[in-house]
């Protein structure tokens, strides 16, 4: 039916065919991508951007895990880093990020989680940095890193997953 329909307007005009295809195709582009903007990405840290110089996050771990939190990493850093534990060896721990990146961040905080612990972590960079802005994209250092490892040795052998990586692009920092 909708073929004989659009045939019959190509018929009648051309331009209005191209016109309607056009319009058809830029709602339909926007409905597909409204969807996909609505949903949260699948994660186990949840955000919460204080008006300070700071992010509170809300991890949600299945076993004890380390949240530990990179403010200021280097963005080549990080993609070699993300490449080595691809193609040499798996991030298991902070201390292996931290080797990968040969320690270029600016400056490092960790907390312990014990399982099914949903208390906030506020992660903030201290008051004598001297960052009041990452600058506009693109840039040479992302605002936050964190890092979710799971804490115990043992666990590490029996799960697939044993660390998440969430990157924070916008993370606004005000200067008190």
Request: aromatic content about 14%; charged content about 25%.
């Amino acid at each position: 039916m909708a073929a004989v329909f659009l045939v019959t307007l190509y018929e009648y005009s051309p331009l209005f065919y191209i016109t309607v295809v056009f319009v058809c195709f830029l709602v339909t582009s926007g409905l597909v991508l409204g969807c996909l903007t609505k949903g949260t990405p699948p994660t186990r840290i949840n955000r919460k951007e204080p008006n300070v110089r700071g992010i509170t996050l809300t991890p949600d771990c299945l076993e004890d895990c380390i949240l530990t939190c990179y403010w200021g990493c280097s963005v080549q850093k990080l993609h070699e880093a993300l490449q080595k534990h691809v193609y040499c060896f798996r991030i298991k721990t902070p201390q292996a990020l931290e080797d990968a990146l040969y320690s270029e961040y600016l400056y490092r905080q960790q907390y312990f989680i014990k399982k099914n612990d949903k208390e906030e972590k506020y992660c903030q960079l201290p008051e004598d940095a001297q960052v009041v802005d990452f600058g506009p994209v693109p840039r040479s250092r992302y605002p936050l890193i964190a890092l979710l490892t799971l804490a115990d040795e043992e666990d590490r052998e029996i799960y697939d997953i044993v660390s998440t990586i969430r990157i924070y692009f916008k993370v606004t920092v005000f200067k008190v």
